[in-house]
């Protein structure tokens, strides 16, 4: 069985559909990860970005289904994971394949698969929105240092940039190596190198940030969790539900939750 690599972008994985009716490679495997190798006798084929040909797939998807699909198929592969690009390829496929609107048909295994990609994807959207935090830089920059399980900064920028509009922000994630910055008119995707993160921030060639907070930021975050702590009732403390709710992982990023 053939084995398809991509780069791990949007592009490379629609690219990864058009090969497979090029050649009429139905059963194959697909993987971002370019040392990955499924089996000693697998024919393992690193498929190239194409524009053109990943342009041509997603107008082909947009003319065949719905636009909850479309989203489902792109919250899938922000998810990152293998499993997920799998479910996305052979979705693809069979929406080419059928003659007929596959969307509701969650009987089939991949429509399912990237139904509940993308229900664990928008989660995660959801609770960035809800636990972001800023902290407020000398320069007035309003920074945020995220670590997310999927890659779900493409999808909050919408909700910050809405929410924010008199600030400049920028929302970096320590994990991917990127971040969205926000100023005052455009979001923008930056790279910076992690090293410089604490003297630093690049933003293009041009600009640059001093990240030392403002001095009022120390009496900022006490007011917050002197305000916390006063409208928290001690005696209904149901720890087990809040965790449910308010998961750890995400307690570095609240106030609240640091001495």
Same mark, same amino acid.
């Given at each position: 069985?053939?084995?398809?690599? =991509?780069?791990?972008?949007?592009?490379?994985?629609? +690219?990864?559909?058009?090969?497979?009716?090029? !050649?009429?490679?139905?059963?194959?495997?697909?993987?971002?990860?370019?040392?990955?190798?499924?089996?000693?006798?697998?024919?393992?084929?690193?498929?190239?970005?194409?524009?053109?040909?990943?342009?041509? /797939?997603?107008?082909?998807? $947009?003319?065949?289904? +719905?636009?909850?699909?479309?989203?489902?198929?792109?919250?899938? =592969?922000? +998810?990152?994971?293998?499993?997920? !690009? %799998?479910?996305?390829?052979?979705?693809?496929?069979?929406?080419?394949?059928?003659?007929? #609107?596959?969307?509701?048909?969650?009987?089939?295994?991949?429509v399912l698969g990237?139904?509940?990609?993308? @229900?664990?994807?928008?989660?995660?959207?959801?609770?960035?929105?809800?636990?972001?935090? !800023? $902290?407020?830089?000398?320069?007035?920059? =309003?920074?945020?240092? /995220?670590? #997310?399980?999927?890659?779900?900064? #493409?999808?909050?920028?919408?909700? =910050?940039?809405?929410?924010?509009?008199?600030?400049?922000?920028l929302i970096y994630?320590?994990?991917?190596?990127?971040?969205?910055?926000?100023?005052?008119?455009?979001?923008?995707?930056?790279?910076?190198?992690?090293?410089?993160?604490?003297?630093?921030?690049?933003?293009?060639?041009? %600009?640059?940030? +001093?990240?030392?907070?403002?001095?009022?930021?120390?009496?900022?975050?006490?007011?917050?969790?002197?305000?916390?702590?006063?409208?928290?009732?001690?005696?209904?403390?149901?720890? @087990?539900?809040?965790?449910?709710?308010? #998961? $750890?992982?995400?307690?570095?990023?609240?106030?609240? $939750?640091?001495?």
């Amino acid at each position: 069985m053939a084995t398809y690599c =991509f780069d791990g972008t949007f592009t490379g994985l629609l +690219s990864c559909v058009f090969r497979c009716f090029q !050649f009429k490679e139905f059963d194959v495997n697909v993987t971002a990860n370019s040392k990955s190798q499924n089996g000693l006798f697998d024919d393992f084929i690193e498929v190239a970005s194409n524009d053109e040909h990943a342009q041509r /797939v997603w107008q082909g998807l $947009k003319q065949k289904t +719905s636009a909850n699909s479309l989203r489902n198929f792109y919250y899938s =592969f922000l +998810s990152e994971k293998d499993e997920a !690009f %799998q479910h996305c390829l052979n979705f693809a496929i069979y929406v080419f394949q059928s003659q007929k #609107p596959i969307d509701r048909n969650f009987g089939h295994v991949d429509v399912l698969g990237i139904s509940q990609w993308a @229900k664990q994807v928008g989660r995660e959207k959801h609770r960035m929105e809800a636990f972001v935090r !800023f $902290k407020k830089c000398k320069d007035g920059l =309003f920074l945020s240092l /995220v670590r #997310p399980d999927f890659n779900v900064l #493409p999808l909050i920028e919408k909700h =910050f940039k809405s929410r924010y509009q008199d600030q400049k922000w920028l929302i970096y994630d320590e994990q991917r190596k990127f971040g969205i910055y926000y100023d005052l008119d455009t979001v923008h995707q930056i790279e910076m190198n992690a090293h410089e993160i604490d003297t630093q921030l690049k933003v293009g060639h041009s %600009q640059n940030f +001093s990240i030392e907070l403002d001095d009022d930021e120390v009496l900022y975050d006490q007011l917050w969790k002197d305000y916390f702590n006063s409208v928290n009732i001690k005696a209904r403390k149901n720890m @087990k539900l809040h965790i449910q709710y308010v #998961p $750890k992982r995400y307690w570095r990023y609240m106030n609240e $939750k640091t001495l």
